[in-house]
């Protein structure tokens, strides 16, 4: 009763009709009453708890974009008035895209192509022998998926490995796993794993691909050994995976790569059927480009001396 009347006595009513505690602690005017400010203080801790406990379990997913995202996104479902499901819907569909993204970046990565081609910047007016109606369609891929090879056959500089380069680029974009290699290179390669007893590994990897582009094959001839490794590649691949083949070399001339008739006729066998085969018969980009620069000073000479 006296601990009442004590409180009583300490308190005072304001000119403005608030009661104002003279007890410590009392509250400023202007300021929220301390039980509500206690429960915003609670509310901090636990939302702070709350986004820390989110972006742990968000790592441990392995969601990144969806931890990067979801504040922005729920200020502004928040203002937009959204519902839960709809923000929930942008979040996972921001994941998806930027996996997408990231997963195709990964594949041209691991296909190491030597350079970016596209079918846009390839001049097909230049070699009008080039079948551009076939070369669009075959840039669906829908090759890879029946199994089919495709072979590019021309003298250098037509453009042989720009369109295989393109092609392969194409298949990282719909998905498909991709690898480039020259065939001096994926000789080495495989001579190498062999001596190494990782043959069978290198192997393994090769066949997990959708797509294997070998190019310039027929510059420079392989031992009788590197024959017979590349040929194991092309029979493995042999209706279970797509291959892409540039070379300078018409069929006939093959034996002075592959160093004999009978593996020449057994690799040929397997390539050519279910195949594409392009002939590329037109002048070297190279020469014509430099025909085009050597005709520039000419011309620049020929205006000085009319001046």
């Avoid at 790592?59 to 504040?71: D, S, Y």
């Avoid at 043959?199 to 392989?222: H, T």
Wanted: charge should be positive; hydrophobic fraction near 40%.
């Amino acid at each position: 009763m006296s601990l009442f009347i004590n409180l009583c006595y300490f308190k005072e009513e304001r000119p403005d009709g608030n009661l104002f505690s003279k007890l410590s602690g009392a509250e400023a005017p202007n300021q929220p009453p301390m039980a509500a400010r206690g429960r915003n203080h609670i509310m901090k801790k636990i939302e702070t708890k709350s986004t820390v406990l989110l972006a742990h379990h968000l790592k441990a997913l392995r969601l990144p974009t969806i931890l990067a995202e979801c504040e922005k996104v729920a200020a502004r479902c928040a203002t937009d008035n959204i519902d839960h499901l709809a923000f929930l819907l942008q979040l996972c569909e921001l994941e998806l895209l930027d996996r997408e993204r990231r997963a195709s970046d990964r594949r041209l990565k691991d296909a190491k192509f030597p350079n970016h081609k596209t079918l846009d910047s390839f001049d097909f007016k230049s070699q009008p022998s080039i079948n551009k109606v076939l070369i669009t369609e075959l840039m669906k891929c829908e090759y890879i998926d029946k199994k089919e090879n495709l072979l590019l056959v021309g003298n250098s500089g037509t453009g042989k490995t720009h369109l295989a380069t393109a092609m392969g680029i194409a298949a990282c974009a719909l998905g498909k796993r991709v690898r480039f290699f020259r065939v001096t290179e994926i000789i080495t390669q495989l001579m190498e794993a062999r001596e190494e007893r990782d043959l069978l590994r290198f192997r393994k990897q090769l066949s997990k691909l959708d797509l294997l582009i070998l190019d310039e094959l027929g510059y420079v001839p392989a031992s009788k050994v590197g024959s017979e490794l590349l040929f194991d590649v092309i029979s493995t691949a042999y209706e279970r995976q797509s291959l892409i083949v540039t070379t300078n070399l018409p069929f006939e001339n093959w034996t002075e790569v592959l160093s004999s008739e009978r593996l020449t006729g057994a690799t040929l066998d397997r390539l050519t059927h279910r195949c594409h085969i392009l002939e590329a018969s037109g002048e070297s980009y190279r020469l014509q480009d430099a025909k085009r620069r050597k005709r520039v000073p000419r011309s620049s000479d020929e205006a000085t001396k009319t001046k």
